[in-house]
């Protein structure tokens, strides 16, 4: 490690963006592949060991390059060794039920184990497609799997996927890119023949044919948590994964006429998978990409095919830092910002650059915004910002060190402030607030499914709690709040305990936690809950949901062991400035 330190003392001192031009590309990647052992160490790279590379001109937001990690050599706070956290000797009965139905719910491929089916609801009429190992409902499976220490399971899922993005895939007579990873995948069992064979959708069986822009980078992702738990590199260093790797980030990292580092993408691309006003830029998609890149940079050997794949994440990965952290993000302070708007300026002087016009903000937004707490918005493109709040996209910014610590900070200050003020407890949703009336026909297209308040229009996902506001507005006591309300389901809680865990504050996921306890396994694990109060088990939702019952599991492991986290949270790399901030103590 001494060979980085060296080179990282080195950068401590502030270059110019001149002196940044000039350095050399080549040598510098030369000078890195000699400095990181990566077989010895676990430790993050740090983007700023070529963050003056190529020609990055625009450092105008970096005003250092200056990387702690690359000085020090400090490991990461969040390093996870090897998982072998065993079951806990006493465990609650309900963490019992829930390995018990997450292991009923193993998808077997000549005789391994290659996943989890998203549902193993005997008793729906329905099936659908919820007989099918979902890439992004395995995520919380395979974390479980891992800080269980079996992680076989994750790398034979890593390892067909990965087989499956080769497929061609076709919808009608257009050919989809090759690096498009699928939404789900089937195992097809012939008892006569006694064979398997494999069956997947990638887009093109889907409701509404949308291929899922999340499924290659929650599989990028993933090879991370795997590699970061097991302390394998092997497997990430494979042929097929650095090309699996190197396929994805070709369709994202594509030039075209973009004039924003963001991705554009239709509607339905992710776990929203139906027309719920999300396409666009959506932050969902935003900060998985991120992550996805940070984790794929990680990764990636600097080979000749790897290295180049290196030198743009570098670049867009500042770019995107910079226009997320810039326009996606509001606190009470910007609100009034964009409240008093210029419209139609021209030219690069404008402050209001995608011309939003004020009116076009919602009302409910100024009731919502508290003076302390910020969040980033949903969306943002030319003369449209979408102000509602995803969770996440703001989970996954905290956890890919996308927002900046003020910025991961002043998330959990929003979700208290609301919490704290009206119930004491945690406010979550998919998104809020709902879309209803003559809004919800025009943006979904009149969806039965997503009808106001209920599944990915606002309803109660796994680990949404209900929104404070109804709770004030029905007057409802704490107690009974709590029992009735706390419908936590977990797809997404294991996502809020690591954010939670990351920014210091434990305590928020442990009160969901008891609080999700109290209801999810009485209910048969559901997929979601409906109803304003989120009190409902959902209409359509399926029991015993495979990502329910895992991102249980897996909140409560990081809640128990929080160098978990290690697995799904990057550190912050100093290269990535925020942009001039706006407030530094969030307050009105
Ligand atoms: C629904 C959800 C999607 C999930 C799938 C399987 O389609 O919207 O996010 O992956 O069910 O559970």
Not at 98 to 126: K, N, Y
Not at 414 to 427: N, Q, S
Not at 481 to 509: D, E, F, H
Request: proline fraction near 5%; hydrophobic fraction near 40%; aromatic fraction near 12%.
């Amino acid at each position: 490690m001494d060979a980085v330190r060296d080179s990282g003392n080195a950068k401590a001192e502030p270059h110019s963006s001149v002196e940044a031009d000039e350095l050399n590309l080549p040598r510098l990647l030369e000078k890195r592949r000699l400095n990181i052992d990566r077989k010895s160490s676990l430790d993050e790279r740090s983007l700023s060991e070529l963050s003056l590379g190529g020609n990055v001109r625009n450092v105008e937001s970096y005003d250092s390059m200056y990387s702690p990690m690359a000085t020090t050599g400090a490991r990461s706070g969040w390093d996870t060794p090897a998982s072998t956290t065993p079951r806990a000797s006493d465990p609650h009965p309900m963490v019992v039920d829930a390995w018990d139905s997450l292991r009923r719910s193993l998808v077997f491929f000549r005789g391994l184990p290659v996943g989890t089916i998203a549902a193993a609801d005997h008793q729906s009429e329905q099936v659908l497609n919820y007989d099918q190992v979902f890439v992004r409902d395995f995520v919380p499976s395979a974390l479980a799997f891992l800080m269980n220490g079996e992680p076989d399971i994750v790398k034979n899922f890593l390892l067909k996927t990965v087989q499956l993005q080769s497929w061609e895939k076709r919808i009608d007579r257009f050919k989809l890119g090759e690096g498009a990873m699928p939404a789900s995948f089937k195992v097809l069992h012939d008892p006569i023949r006694k064979t398997d064979s494999l069956a997947a959708d990638f887009g093109e069986s889907a409701i509404g044919r949308v291929a899922p822009i999340d499924s290659g980078f929650w599989w990028i992702i993933l090879l991370r948590a795997y590699t970061k738990s097991t302390g394998d590199i092997s497997l990430a260093e494979s042929p097929e994964c650095q090309k699996g790797m190197r396929l994805v980030l070709s369709l994202c990292l594509s030039e075209g006429f973009d004039t924003f580092p963001t991705l554009l993408c239709a509607d339905g691309c992710s776990m929203i998978d139906r027309r719920m006003g999300i396409y666009g830029y959506p932050i969902e998609i935003q900060a998985l990409f991120f992550m996805a890149l940070r984790c794929a940079f990680w990764m990636l050997k600097q080979d000749a095919e790897g290295k180049e794949f290196i030198e743009r994440i570098v670049k867009r990965v500042h770019a995107l830092s910079y226009h997320i952290r810039t326009y996606f993000w509001l606190d009470f302070q910007q609100l009034n910002v964009i409240y008093r708007y210029k419209t139609e300026e021209y030219s690069h002087t404008a402050v209001n650059k995608f011309n939003v016009i004020p009116d076009s903000i919602p009302d409910w937004l100024f009731d919502f915004m508290p003076c302390r707490g910020g969040y980033f918005i949903g969306n943002v493109s030319p003369a449209r910002m979408d102000f509602r709040w995803f969770s996440l996209g703001n989970f996954f910014a905290i956890l890919s060190s996308l927002s900046t610590p003020d910025q991961s900070a002043a998330i959990m200050d929003l979700l208290e402030e609301r919490w704290e003020e009206l119930v004491g407890d945690m406010p979550l949703k998919i998104s809020y607030p709902a879309i209803e009336s003559y809004e919800w026909r025009v943006v979904t297209g009149c969806d039965p499914k997503n009808t106001r308040w209920s599944y990915h229009n606002g309803g109660s996902w796994p680990g949404w709690l209900l929104h404070p506001y109804f709770h004030h507005s029905l007057s409802l006591s704490l107690s009974h709040y709590n029992q009735l309300l706390i419908a936590a389901n977990a797809v997404l809680l294991w996502m809020l305990t690591a954010a939670c865990i990351k920014t210091g504050r434990p305590q928020i996921a442990r009160r969901a936690l008891d609080l999700a306890e109290s209801r999810l396994m009485k209910d048969g694990w559901p997929e979601y809950y409906d109803g304003k109060l989120g009190r409902f088990v959902g209409k359509q939702a399926r029991k015993f949901q495979t990502w329910s019952i895992a991102g249980y599991l897996v909140a409560k492991m990081m809640l128990e062991d929080p160098t978990h986290v290690g697995m799904v949270s990057l550190e912050e790399d100093k290269a990535m400035k925020p942009a001039p901030k706006r407030s530094a103590s969030w307050s009105c």
